[in-house]
C-alpha cells in the first residue's frame, strides 16, 4: 500500500453502457457496507462515466433505479465509429486517471469503455482489475477483442465461472510463472447479484409493465437486438425480424430510435406481430424478461438474466460467451437464418436448470473488494 494512501484506499470504475451500470451496482453497494464496519480500511470509490451509450435520459433512470452514487465525471463520449469513440475515451480519461492515481482501476465487460480504461491504466503504469475476466466466445467480433486485450493489461482478474477461470489459464493468465504476476479469482457473476438486490422491485413493474403494452404474463415472446453483426447488416436484420414476426406470440421488442427506424423500414415484410417499444429501464426489463415465455436475445447479459429467471433463451448468434448456460439446457444458439431461429425457438429447453450454479451465489460483488483489499498495490 502506498504510504500516502495508509488512512484508505482510493479505487475508479470506469463505465460507459447500461450493462455495466448493472454490473456496478452491486460493487457499489459492497463498498458502502464494507465502508460501514467498524474498523474498516476506508474505500473512496469514484465512477467515471464515459457517455459510451449516449442515451443521457435512459442512463440516469438506471442510475436512479439502481442507487448508483452520481459519477464524479461524465464524459459524454458519444456515438461514432469503434476509432473515434476510443480516442475521445482515452483523450478525456487520461488526464483524469495522471491527476488522480486511483490505488485501482475496475473495469467491467466487455465495451469499448472497458478497453479503454485497460489501456490507459497499462500506459499510466496503474494496477486495473477486470470484473467478468476469462470470458470467451471465440469469436473475432470487438467485445472478444476487448475482453482479451483487457484480461491481458489486468492485473486482477475476476472472473465469473470456474470456464471463465480456465480460459485465462489456458492463455498463460495468473499461472505460478505469469511474468506479470497477474492474479485470478473466482468471485461469480456480479449481475446475479444485481438481479437479487432488485427482483423484488422488478416484480412491482410488471403489472403496469404488462397493461401498458397489452400483454399477458407468460403469453409473449421478449427480443432484444444490439450486436453490430445484426444490426449493421440489414439482410441480417431482416432475417431475424422475419423469424420473429412467424411467431405464435406476440413479441415485445425494446428498441434505440435508430434500432426503431430500421424496424419501420422493414414495415412491409412485418405481419404486426412485432411490438417495438422504447429502450426499458432496469426493473421495466426485468420484469419483462420474468414474464415472457421465451427470450431471444444476441446480449449476454439478457442470456444470463433468463437463465436465473428460468426463463427460456434464444441467442441470435453463432456463439455465446457465456456457454454454460446452453451446456445446461437453458438456451439454445439460434444462429441467424431465420429457420434456425425459429427452430430453437420451438425446440424444448431443459427446465429447473438452477440445480446448476456456475455462476456463484450472487455475493460475487463482496467478493471483488475483498479481492482488491488483498491485492493492494505493491
Not at 147 to 155: N, P, Q, Y
Not at 200 to 225: D, H, V
Given at each position: 500500500?502506498?504510504?500516502?494512501?495508509?488512512?484508505?484506499?482510493?479505487?475508479?470504475?470506469?463505465?460507459?453502457?447500461r450493462p455495466q451500470?448493472?454490473?456496478?451496482?452491486?460493487?457499489?453497494?459492497?463498498?458502502?457496507?464494507?465502508?460501514?464496519?467498524?474498523?474498516?480500511?476506508?474505500?473512496?470509490?469514484?465512477?467515471?462515466?464515459?457517455?459510451?451509450?449516449?442515451?443521457?435520459?435512459?442512463?440516469?433512470?438506471?442510475?436512479?433505479?439502481?442507487?448508483?452514487?452520481?459519477?464524479?465525471?461524465?464524459?459524454?463520449?458519444?456515438?461514432?465509429?469503434?476509432?473515434?469513440?476510443?480516442?475521445?475515451?482515452?483523450?478525456?480519461?487520461?488526464?483524469?486517471?495522471?491527476?488522480?492515481?486511483?490505488?485501482?482501476?475496475?473495469i467491467y465487460g466487455?465495451?469499448?469503455?472497458?478497453?479503454?480504461?485497460?489501456?490507459?491504466?497499462?500506459?499510466?503504469?496503474?494496477?486495473?482489475?477486470?470484473?467478468?475476466?476469462?470470458?470467451?466466445?471465440?469469436?473475432?467480433?470487438?467485445?472478444?477483442?476487448?475482453?482479451?486485450?483487457?484480461?491481458?493489461?489486468?492485473?486482477?482478474?475476476?472472473?465469473?465461472?470456474?470456464?471463465?477461470?480456465?480460459?485465462?489459464?489456458?492463455?498463460?493468465?495468473?499461472?505460478?510463472?505469469?511474468?506479470?504476476?497477474?492474479?485470478?479469482?473466482?468471485?461469480?457473476?456480479?449481475?446475479?447479484?444485481?438481479?437479487?438486490?432488485?427482483?423484488?422491485?422488478?416484480?412491482?413493474?410488471?403489472?403496469?409493465?404488462?397493461?401498458?403494452?397489452?400483454?399477458?404474463?407468460?403469453?409473449?415472446?421478449?427480443?432484444?437486438?444490439?450486436?453490430?453483426?445484426?444490426?449493421?447488416?440489414?439482410?441480417?436484420f431482416r432475417r431475424?425480424?422475419?423469424?420473429?414476426?412467424?411467431?405464435?406470440?406476440?413479441?415485445?421488442?425494446?428498441?434505440?430510435?435508430?434500432?426503431?427506424?430500421?424496424?419501420?423500414?422493414?414495415?412491409?415484410?412485418?405481419?404486426?406481430?412485432?411490438?417495438?417499444?422504447?429502450?426499458?429501464?432496469?426493473?421495466?426489463?426485468?420484469?419483462?424478461?420474468?414474464?415472457?415465455?421465451?427470450?431471444?436475445?444476441?446480449?449476454?447479459?439478457?442470456?444470463?438474466?433468463?437463465?436465473?429467471?428460468?426463463?427460456?433463451?434464444?441467442?441470435?448468434?453463432?456463439?455465446?460467451?457465456?456457454?454454460?448456460?446452453?451446456?445446461?439446457?437453458?438456451?439454445?444458439?439460434?444462429?441467424?437464418?431465420?429457420?434456425?431461429?425459429?427452430?430453437?425457438?420451438?425446440?424444448?429447453?431443459?427446465?429447473?436448470?438452477?440445480?446448476?450454479?456456475?455462476?456463484?451465489?450472487?455475493?460475487?460483488?463482496?467478493?471483488?473488494?475483498?479481492?482488491?483489499?488483498?491485492?493492494?498495490?505493491?
Open positions: 500500500m502506498c504510504a500516502e494512501h495508509a488512512a484508505g484506499v482510493r479505487w475508479t470504475s470506469i463505465v460507459g453502457a451500470f448493472v454490473k456496478l451496482a452491486p460493487v457499489c453497494r459492497a463498498i458502502e457496507a464494507h465502508n460501514r464496519q467498524l474498523g474498516s480500511l476506508p474505500i473512496e470509490h469514484s465512477i467515471i462515466h464515459t457517455g459510451q451509450h449516449y442515451d443521457r435520459e435512459l442512463a440516469e433512470l438506471f442510475f436512479s433505479q439502481m442507487d448508483i452514487p452520481e459519477p464524479r465525471y461524465n464524459l459524454a463520449v458519444g456515438s461514432g465509429t469503434h476509432g473515434t469513440q476510443i480516442a475521445r475515451m482515452l483523450e478525456r480519461i487520461e488526464p483524469i486517471l495522471a491527476t488522480e492515481r486511483p490505488d485501482w482501476i475496475i466487455d465495451t469499448n469503455s472497458t478497453l479503454a480504461g485497460a489501456l490507459l491504466a497499462a500506459r499510466l503504469k496503474l494496477p486495473v482489475a477486470h470484473v467478468e475476466a476469462g470470458c470467451r466466445s471465440g469469436d473475432t467480433e470487438p467485445e472478444e477483442q476487448n475482453r482479451i486485450v483487457s484480461d491481458h493489461l489486468s492485473r486482477l482478474l475476476l472472473a465469473p465461472s470456474e470456464r471463465a477461470v480456465e480460459n485465462l489459464k489456458k492463455e498463460g493468465l495468473g499461472r505460478e510463472n505469469d511474468p506479470h504476476a497477474r492474479r485470478v479469482a473466482m468471485v461469480g457473476d456480479v449481475m446475479y447479484d444485481a438481479l437479487l438486490q432488485n427482483r423484488r422491485l422488478a416484480e412491482q413493474c410488471a403489472g403496469p409493465m404488462l397493461e401498458r403494452f397489452n400483454l399477458t404474463s407468460k403469453q409473449y415472446y421478449l427480443l432484444t437486438i444490439h450486436r453490430a453483426e445484426n444490426t449493421d447488416e440489414v439482410a441480417q431475424i425480424l422475419d423469424a420473429a414476426s412467424g411467431l405464435d406470440l406476440p413479441v415485445l421488442f425494446p428498441a434505440h430510435p435508430r434500432t426503431q427506424q430500421m424496424v419501420a423500414a422493414l414495415r412491409a415484410s412485418l405481419n404486426g406481430n412485432i411490438r417495438t417499444v422504447a429502450p426499458l429501464g432496469y426493473l421495466e426489463m426485468l420484469a419483462a424478461e420474468m414474464h415472457a415465455c421465451k427470450i431471444l436475445t444476441d446480449s449476454g447479459g439478457v442470456q444470463k438474466d433468463a437463465f436465473y429467471l428460468e426463463v427460456p433463451c434464444v441467442t441470435l448468434r453463432d456463439k455465446t460467451e457465456w456457454p454454460e448456460t446452453v451446456a445446461v439446457g437453458a438456451n439454445r444458439i439460434g444462429s441467424s437464418t431465420v429457420e434456425s431461429i425459429r427452430a430453437a425457438v420451438a425446440a424444448s429447453h431443459s427446465q429447473h436448470w438452477l440445480t446448476s450454479t456456475p455462476y456463484g451465489d450472487g455475493t460475487a460483488a463482496a467478493k471483488i473488494v475483498s479481492e482488491l483489499l488483498v491485492s493492494a498495490r505493491n
